[in-house]
Each structure stands twice: as C-alpha cells, then as structure tokens.
C-alpha cells in the first residue's frame, strides 16, 4: 500500500475520473479503526483500461456503511469522491464537494489517513 498524501490526491481523482461509473467490488472493516474498500475503475494513466483499487483508511473517526450484499446496487454513475479537511480525509459516493455533503452520501468514510493499492481488474 502507497500512502495518498495531499499533494497527489487531486491528480489521484482526476487520473479516475473521481470514479464515474466505478463498480464496487468490495468493503471491508479490518478493525473499528481500519477500512478497506477497493473499485474497479477505469484508469486514464493506462488507456482507460479497468483495474481495481483498494483504499485503506486509517483512523477512522466516522463511517457510514453499506452491507457487503448491496455493493453491487450503489449506482457509480457520479462517481465518489476524496477530500482533504483539515487533517483527515473523507470519502463518499456521488458528487462531494465538502464534508457536510459527504456525510449525507449514502456511504462515507472519515479518516486519519490514506492508502492505496493497485490491482487487476
């Protein structure tokens, strides 16, 4: 795992296309503190082919969750996003533009910190 820092997040999203019409493979709680959920996006360094992406979130302070068996229903088509606030991260599907709007996504993640992993589709 690489860990995202502020500087590459915004290269990070756009290489994805803040992950339009991503497919989410799976979600995983490692530990209350620790999440990983990995997509399969398209990645534009790589000719638009598909591979998957795992991100771990570290120190989570604040979630909101989907079960495993409702993944493949979350509708991508506007994509997710990651911001930096402050000193955490947030993630949540469709289009965020800042926290409060994060919190209202139907699945987010706040965390300390970033990682990611790149994979096969």
């Known amino acids: 795992m ?7 997040l915004p290269a990070f999203t756009e290489r994805f ?3 339009k019409d991503a497919e989410f493979r799976s979600l995983d709680i490692i530990s209350p503190l620790q ?8 990645d534009s360094a790589r000719a638009f082919d598909w591979i998957t992406i795992t991100l771990e979130f570290n120190g989570v ?4 969750l989907l079960e495993s068996n409702r993944l493949h229903l979350v509708d991508m088509s506007d994509g997710a996003n990651i911001l930096k606030d ?19 996504s139907s699945c987010y993640i706040i965390a300390n910190s970033l990682k990611y992993e790149e994979g096969l589709f």
């Open 35 to 42: 999440i990983q959920i990995t997509l399969a996006v398209q």
């Open 2 to 8: 690489k860990p995202l820092t502020l500087k590459e």
């Open 61 to 64: 302070s604040d979630a909101r």
């Open 86 to 104: 402050e000193n955490l991260f947030a993630f949540g599907i469709g289009e965020c533009y800042n926290i409060s709007t994060i919190k209202s």
């Open 17 to 19: 296309s803040h992950f």
